[in-house]
């Protein structure tokens, strides 16, 4: 054998009881699972004390970008996962004519908050089609990859700038069909689609202008494969979500194909959001449509800096256009005490301070300043004498716009209302965001956050359970045949990991970006090795290995 995994507990993605044992693999395929096994092999692992699991599924991600430059998508393999979604958000790389290729970027920038440094330079454009950005990702590839193809992407091919002015016609319809088609042939695992975002200058994106008889009819092409439908909803409004499901479980069942909608997440300021919401999917899950919502375990944390406009202030028009300006001029214009004043007041009409009260420095860059870190706003402008707002221009002005702020727990942090939530039966855990907003948050520490605090601390889900989750039941969910199981004859795509002391692990600013930009990663914690399809693609013990082992798998 090629490798092999000893004295291992073994949590098969079944969510039956785990049992003690080895695991075999050869040639890229599990061939033993369980017993003691005679002689030896070219690699192997003790896992005592440990758990052996299949390796852990993300189904929203936004690595397109990341991928053509690191192949590894860190940190996503020292987080367990070992296949990635990225293409969600009706946003993917491709089918992008050249032309078009500036106005995609902006869409990257506006609503996934991706810097200049992911794009300039860091990769060559040498595709139009979707089989041809398969051909460039498949390069380097240490983990899985089963992308979706972005619905703005396909209408602005086909439509160019009437994308984004109107309805699609008879042919036009019939041309992004035929642009679906050869996506899902490429390797496509399904279409994604928007109701709720906006490009650079704030407008709708492509896909908001599509009447539904365009859904409809890329919903057919969809069927003609089985492929996923993958839909980001008004997850702000309930009464609006609520008709969105009713819409996918028509698509769903006309078409006979799977859909899924994220985010759902638990809110204090609508408690009554989550309870609707599943009780119209259990409605139409009896009729036997399939309509997923997507969950993240962690809670709603923002991180940002004035160097980049944050999704934080998209509700405050001033701020959102200043914090867009170029550099030099962003800091004149915060300079300037008129238009700092318009600001202000925009920010905390009639005195009311409490938006940016509770958000905490977490680090600066001058020395004198380091007494601020870990502080709040609010703290900080009492003993100025001053307002959480004006406090907040003026430490990242004195720190040359690298000061960077923590918006934390603004939803879903209440973990007696989301442990339930992720155990529903029929909550899909995802809604990671992970490859995105890499200057504002990191975005890893889902699955770790599912094991020490709903699996260890709260008991919401057995450890079994959890990996079901995770695992067997995104594969299903997504159509992936050959993962999500540790089964003879399956992929050997594993993870192993330390119940005892896995957790979402610690957050650094790191410069490993192309032109050493930086971003946020978070490094886990009790993940203790990671196999794609038979190779060690990482180990806590010597960190990532050369293998480029990873596939783009489809369904």
Known sequence: MDLIIRNGRLVDGTGLPSFFGDLGIRDGRIVHVGGRIPGSATREIDAAGRVVAPGFIDPHTHFDVQLLWDGQARPALEHGITTVIPGNCSLSLAPLKAEHRPRLVGMFQQIEEMPDAAFDGAFEWTWESFDGYLEALRKKLAVNVAPLAGHSVIRLWVMGDAATERAADADELAAMQQLLRQCLEAGAIGLSTSFVDVDENLQPVPSRYAHFEELDALAAVLGEYGRM????PEFYATDITLA????LAELSLKHQIPTTFSPLFDSAAVPDNVARVLARVSEQMARGARVWPQV?????????????????????PGWYRTMRLPREQKIAALANPEHLDGLINEAEPDGNIERFDTIRVRAVIRREDAGLVGRTLGDIAAERGSTPARVMVAISLANDLQASFLAANLGHNDPARVGPLLAHPMVHIGASDAGAHIQSFSTYGDTGY???????DRQDFTLEAAVKKI???TARIWGISDRGLLQPGLA???TIFDPAIIDRGDEEAAFDMPEQGMRYVRHARGIEAVIVN???AWSAEAGYSSAHSGQVVNA
């Open 229 to 232: 439908l993958q839909v980001v």
């Open 244 to 247: 969105r499901v009713d819409q």
């Open 296 to 316: 993240q375990t962690r809670p709603i944390d923002i991180s940002f800096t004035f160097e980049v406009a944050s999704l934080l202030f998209a509700f405050t």
């Open 450 to 456: 599912l094991f020490s605090h709903f699996v260890r």
């Open 471 to 473: 695992t067997a039941d």
């Open 492 to 494: 050997a795509d594993v």
């Open 534 to 536: 038979g190779e060690l």
